[in-house]
């Protein structure tokens, strides 16, 4: 099993090729959060915050793209700007900070051309933008950025920025949340967070992607994990982790 990016996934898949080697790969991702109208504006809106805020947003299974009922949307981005100031970056030494430093200069530099590409297209920003937090000018440092208007289609909304950056995008109807959050090459996770449980697993199970967290749904490891379409293919933990490592045996005709 390997965790990579999509092109060292490629890379992999064309080295095994010529031997016919099994891989497994864990790959990038895209993943929605899907919040219904009847959820608990606060509550989603430090979720959306902590997908991207957590480790810098450099997590696979983080939740980049906010998929919001148009009836609900205004009061989202005003509860965002109410609790960004609940994920302080700063120092990873420091006790009271929560988003650290991007890993390298590069993907500092990879970040910051995502969020200027955001600021070129139509969308809104919200908060954060290019450059550095005041007074962390020494480090790899990047602020928590949020865009709404959005569109499914755009480059922010479609490729995996793996930084704190945050695309919100509205809906009208269920039908259409789904469409938008399988509408990209990934299928890593997906989240739903709402309180009707005819449409938390209505969307739920309607999601193309190998893990979807509902609510405050905690990990569990003896479930597999691993992603649909250019997210990778085969199974970490439990029974599907272990049958990744296995292959089947038929033996019939042994006399008794």
Known sequence: MTTASGKVGTKIMENAAPDIKKV???LGGKSPIVVLEDTDIDYAAK???SNIAGNTGQVCTAGTRAIVPESIHDDFIEAIKRHL???PVGDPKDESTFTGPQV???QWNTVQDYIQT???SDATLVAGGTGKPEGLETGYYSKLTVFTDVKPEDKIAQEEIFGPVLSVITYKDLDEAIEIANG???GLAGYVIGNSPDNLAHVARSLRSGRITVNDGKSDFTAPFGGYKQSGIGR???DYGIEE???VKTITGLPS
């Open 184 to 186: 990209t090459i990934y």
């Open 118 to 120: 955001g600021i070129d």
């Open 47 to 49: 979720k959306a915050i």
């Open 245 to 247: 490592f296995l292959e």
């Open 236 to 238: 970490e933990w439990g």
């Open 24 to 26: 497994a790969l864990e």
């Open 104 to 106: 390298s200069k590069k």
């Open 85 to 87: 100031s609940e994920f």
